[in-house]
């Protein structure tokens, strides 16, 4: 942020060029509200930590609704990182979180691996989120 001025500039550049640009670890460290007003991202990678805990209780899921409305408001996508558990995944369903990953999909794997996984089409099962619960949650 020291030198958000031309870091601005060369970001702006990159994305004139057709790059989509993320902004990693979004909530913790050095990624903050600051650089969602100096930077034009894309997207936004909500950092593990919060989904983690977003099975745990209201208030956790409460503040990925407040990073997810945000980003939406902003024209960003978000992906949820760290994603390791069924539950997980079914709150970020409720919360109409754009992307995820983590363990609940794959491990990390080499390119020979990713090649395999990618030629299997394989479907990941995923919770089914209640109909009645979709309606009662904003979008």
């Known amino acids: 942020m020291e030198n958000a001025g031309p870091a601005s500039l060369l970001l702006a550049q990159i994305k004139a060029l057709g790059v989509h640009l993320l902004l990693d670890d979004f909530g913790t460290g050095y990624s903050s509200l600051s650089y969602l007003h100096n930077f034009r991202f894309d997207t936004l990678k909500l950092d593990r930590s919060f989904v983690a805990r977003i099975d745990s209780s209201g208030k956790h ?30 709150q970020l369903q409720l919360l109409h979180c754009d992307y995820a990953q983590g363990y609940y999909f794959a491990r990390p794997m080499d390119a020979a691996q990713l090649a395999g996984l990618l030629e299997s089409r394989r479907a990941w099962p995923l919770p089914l989120a209640s109909a009645s619960s979709l309606l009662h949650q904003p979008r």
């Open 61 to 90: 899921a409460e503040i990925v609704r407040t990073i997810l409305s945000l980003a939406r408001a902003l024209g960003m996508d978000v992906v949820a990182e760290g994603v390791e558990t069924p539950a997980q995944v079914a």
